[in-house]
């Protein structure tokens, strides 16, 4: 029998342990399970998640869930990961999960946003800058603080504000509603010209569409510079282990503010789907897959960019 020559050996095996570096994803992780509370920062990464991972042989399935919800989802094993983990905002939830060895923390996907109460021009023209500014309005204001929806935690720090009497607060009402409908009440008191305080951050159109003030003096409650945020990416634990090529788009998956501002913009002002508007972002800027699918594979094995390229052609 013919000697295997040693050159040659060497060769495949190098070539054999490069393969297994960027290994395909076992059929078992063919569905990924994403959650979205409704907020449409998340319609967007979500999409834009989608999209990428459906180019790639992935089904990807999007479930509406609040933000309680959806981290129990994660602890029970009927997700598989959530973008849109708002630090420090969610904190309280993230020691749960922390104390539960539940997730995995994949990586920061957005730095650069902000979160936190702001008021329409009229409560700006009132002289209203800071939280403490706002008891001495109560009327104008119809003692009602605007929130999203209900659960957020957001709507949790809020309610604890106004329990703790904070900022004289104490007799002020928390309303809870969803994002579009806390909107459309903005929208509708800018054009009457009434004061009216509401949760706002950025990324969003929103910053662009209405003339709005953040408000300062709420550093303990939603964190400093204006409740300045970064947003995670985390996976039920051992899923990134059990889906190691899934997993590596994900942690090279990042977003920017300008980026989820023009395709928020898409769906809001446009009234385009999420899908739809981050297709058309991706194909208008196609540098950002590199960076995203280097290493990162189809489901059975095809170099990954070409596969997304195609698609979105």
């Known amino acids: 029998m013919m000697g295997f020559p040693a050159a040659a ?17 076992p059929s078992a ?15 967007v990464t979500n999409a834009l ?24 989802a994660l602890k029970s094993g009927q997700s598989d990961v959530f973008l849109g983990n708002w630090m420090p905002a969610q904190t309280s939830f993230r020691e749960d999960l922390d104390k539960a060895d539940a ?29 403490a500014d706002l008891d001495a309005h109560k009327d104008a204001f119809g003692g009602k603080i605007y929130g999203i929806e209900p659960g957020a935690p957001a709507n949790q720090t809020i309610g604890n504000m106004i329990a703790a009497d904070k900022f004289g607060l104490g007799d002020w009402e928390l309303v809870e509603t969803g994002e579009q409908a806390m909107l459309a009440q903005a929208a509708r008191n800018q054009a009457a010209g009434t004061p009216m ?9 929103m910053n662009e569409s209405l003339d709005i003030t953040y408000l300062t003096g709420g550093d303990a409650e939603f964190g400093p510079d204006y409740g300045g945020a970064e947003v995670f990416t985390l996976a039920r634990t051992g899923w990134p282990e059990q889906c190691p090529n899934a997993a590596r788009l994900l942690k090279q998956m990042t977003f920017t503010v300008p980026m989820e501002n023009r395709i928020m913009g898409a ?34 094995g095809q170099p990954g960019l070409a596969a997304v390229q195609a698609a979105l052609k």
Not at 13 to 21: E, G, I, K, M, S
Not at 49 to 72: C, N, R
Not at 278 to 295: F, M, R
């Open 9 to 25: 050996l060497s060769a495949t095996l190098v070539l054999f342990c490069a393969t297994q570096a960027f290994a395909d994803d």
């Open 29 to 43: 992780c063919r569905t990924l399970r994403m959650s979205d509370p409704g907020w449409t920062d998340i319609n």
């Open 49 to 72: 998640a989608k999209t990428v991972f459906d180019a790639l042989g992935y089904d990807t399935e999007i479930a509406t869930l609040s933000v309680p919800i959806g981290y129990e």
């Open 103 to 131: 997730v995995e923390v994949l990586g920061r996907n957005l730095d650069g946003a902000k979160f936190t109460l702001a008021v329409t021009r009229a409560g700006r023209d009132l002289g209203v800058a800071d939280f």
């Open 197 to 205: 305080v509401f949760l706002a951050w950025a990324p969003h159109p």
């Open 267 to 300: 769906i809001l002002d446009d009234g385009q789907s999420p899908e739809d508007a981050a297709q058309a972002w991706l194909k208008a800027n196609p540098n950002v897959l590199g960076p995203w699918l280097d290493g990162v594979t189809t489901l059975d």
